[in-house]
């Protein structure tokens, strides 16, 4: 229910800023004909460089930016970000804990326990975690133009900050400039719950499961922009380094 609760106060502060902002289109981004190779080769290195990003060298944060005027992912940049976030060893291994308390906490029984049990739990937890990313992350960001980064603002108040990254989750950055409700992250929740059907338990089918999965991704989505949004200064008061400057806000 506290999850619940954070996706419903996330969605209005963030259908609140769409109604009270204009939203124009920013300037399009330089097509490839109007863009150097130069400039283009500096790109992909910094793209490459955003991509390779971990928390303390070891937790994924492969999509996240700090350029607000970050040029648009291609399909395949997309597609790239989904399979190396969704796969890198790292995830894994979330996953088998993840799977590990579920089996504790005996959540759907009809898995049973053992080591049988804790493999069909730990599929499980990959097909909602890969699924989520597939549609959230590459297949409604390609349909709809979105970009599946998150801009990390990194400047201006706390309270500013924390509204900004709760919201994030549910507006999106269009890949010809400006700003629209994120559909893909809200589409791409509720199609990989409505697919959870097909091999969570039969006992748990139905409308409740395809809510609760689609919940706790727009959960964890809300709580990953808190974490990524924050990170350099939480990093900042554990090491004493200055988070890294921030491009100036328009």
Not at 153 to 176: I, K, M
Request: charged content about 20%.
């Amino acid at each position: 229910m506290k999850i619940l609760w954070s996706c419903m106060v996330g969605l209005a502060l963030a259908s609140s800023c769409l109604a009270q902002a204009e939203l124009p289109s920013a300037p399009a981004p330089q097509t490839p004909a109007s863009t150097s190779a130069p400039d283009k080769q500096k790109e992909k290195e910094i793209e490459k460089k955003e991509q390779s990003q971990r928390v303390l060298g070891v937790l994924p944060q492969f999509a996240v930016t700090d350029r607000q005027d970050a040029p648009p992912l291609s399909p395949g940049s997309k597609f790239h970000l989904f399979y190396k976030s969704a796969f890198d060893p790292v995830t894994l291994g979330i996953l088998g804990v993840q799977a590990g308390f579920s089996q504790a906490e005996n959540e759907f029984p009809d898995y049973g326990q053992g080591a049988a049990g804790y493999g069909k739990r730990y599929g499980a937890a990959l097909a909602d975690s890969t699924s989520s990313g597939f549609f959230s992350n590459f297949f409604y960001p390609v349909l709809f133009k979105h970009d599946p980064r998150y801009f990390r603002l990194g400047s201006g108040s706390f309270r500013h900050r924390l509204g900004y990254s709760v919201t994030q989750e549910f507006v999106a950055h269009r890949d010809r400039g400006g700003k629209t409700f994120n559909f893909s992250n809200v589409l791409g929740a509720f199609t990989s719950g409505g697919i959870s059907n097909a091999y969570y338990p039969r006992s748990d089918r139905g409308f409740e499961l395809t809510m609760s999965r689609s919940v706790i991704a727009l959960g964890y989505g809300m709580a990953g922009g808190l974490f990524d949004e924050f990170w350099p200064d939480i990093h900042h008061k554990l090491f004493h380094k200055k988070p890294a400057p921030q491009p100036e806000q328009k």
